[in-house]
Structure formats: C-alpha cells, structure tokens
C-alpha cells in the first residue's frame, strides 16, 4: 500500500508560479511512475504530467508544455511539479497519483486506471 499526499497548492495570479509536492511513502519509490492529475469543476479529470521511474521520460499535457516541468527525487520519495506562467484555466483540484507501469505511451495521455494510489489533492487557484 502507497500513501501519497501531495502539498504546495494556493492562490497565485496570472503569470505567477507555484511548485506541487507530493511524497509517497508505504513501499519502494523508485518502484512507480508518478503523475500529476487535475480536475476543475464540471470537467474530466486530466492527465497534466507524468515521469518515470528515475525520470527517464516524463509526459506534458499540451496545455502546460512550456510552463510546467515534472522532477522527483527518489531519495526524498517526492515528486515536483513547479509550475510557472499560471494561468486562470489551470484552475483545478492536482492530485499526485503512483502507478506501477502506463498502458499508454509517453507521448500520449495518461490513463487514470493505471494509476492505482491517488492523494487528497491540493486546490491551485488562478486570479485573472
């Protein structure tokens, strides 16, 4: 069993940065592809970014490439998502989520079934 809980989320206005983290505790970190997801009122939960196990590959929704960037640091069990250039659509609940493997490729979406253990999540708010 895998206990993520993620942190770092606020109230930013427009053009302004805020980095996620997420630490992920109860087994092998380096064992699990790590993601970010988020979900705004009345829409589908999104697939923002993904990296692989010791960060080989990472994933980027075309909406935040440019202005996001994914890292982790498997000493620390934690996983970034720094993010910059905020804009009021980035507005969302984020949720960190651990899978073992994707049955997508990395250069397509994340499928959310992959991902087995999810946080809490961390409300981002973005003030025009």
Known sequence: ??????????????????TLSCTASGSTF????????????GKEREGVSCISW????????DS???????????RKNTVYLQMNSLKPEDTAMY???????????WGTP???ADFHYWG????????S
Not at 30 to 41: E, K, L, N, S
Not at 64 to 74: A, E, L, M, P, Y
Not at 120 to 127: E, I, K, W
């Open 120 to 127: 809490q999540g961390t409300q981002v708010t973005v003030s």
């Open 64 to 74: 935040v490439k440019g202005r996001f960037t994914i890292s982790r640091d498997n």
């Open 95 to 105: 949720y960190c989520a651990a899978a073992l493997a994707l049955t997508t490729d």
């Open 1 to 18: 069993q895998v206990q993520v809980v993620e942190s770092g989320g606020g109230l930013v206005q427009a053009g302004g940065s805020l």
């Open 30 to 41: 380096d064992d699990y592809i790590m993601g970010w997801f988020r979900q705004a009122p």
């Open 54 to 61: 010791i960060g080989r590959n990472t994933y980027y929704a």
């Open 110 to 112: 994340p499928a959310s």
